[in-house]
């Protein structure tokens, strides 16, 4: 069973960056795709990015596009997510993915993914 734990949220203000990064274990990192994805209060979790297992595609919503990005290192078992230009309605839970695959493709479905870390709180004051 693979373990995934997240690390890095805090508080931050309007208009920063901050790097979330999700570590892996328990499993071979590149057997998975992986995903993050952000629950804020009162709202349903949400896709926020995603990449395949050799960093080749990513994908990202539309609403964080040109500002939050997805990398990974496969010699780390680690994801990262990189999030510039933060905006206090992106305060939320940031949880971290892990989808066992053969596909190349990285995936926007929650449903898709077995594996789930327990999240971490990021806040952006206004």
């Not at 926020?48 to 990005?69: H, L, P």
């Not at 990974?72 to 990262?80: E, I, L, P, S």
């Not at 971290?96 to 870390?117: H, I, K, M, V």
Request: neutral net charge; charged residues 20%; proline residues 2%.
């Amino acid at each position: 069973q693979v373990q995934l734990v997240e690390s890095g949220g805090g508080l931050v203000q309007a208009g920063d960056s901050l790097r979330l990064s999700c570590a892996v274990s328990g499993d071979s990192f590149t057997n998975y795709r992986m995903g993050w994805f952000r629950q804020a209060p009162g709202k349903e979790r949400e896709f926020v990015v995603a990449i395949n297992w050799d960093e080749s595609m990513t994908s990202s919503a539309d609403s964080v596009k040109g500002r939050f990005t997805i990398s990974r290192d496969n010699a780390k078992n680690t994801v990262y997510l990189h999030m510039n230009s933060l905006k206090s309605e992106e305060t939320a839970v940031y949880y971290c993915a892990a989808d066992p695959t053969t596909l190349w493709t990285p995936s926007r479905q929650q449903y898709e993914y077995r594996n789930w870390g327990q999240g971490t709180q990021v806040t952006v004051s206004s």
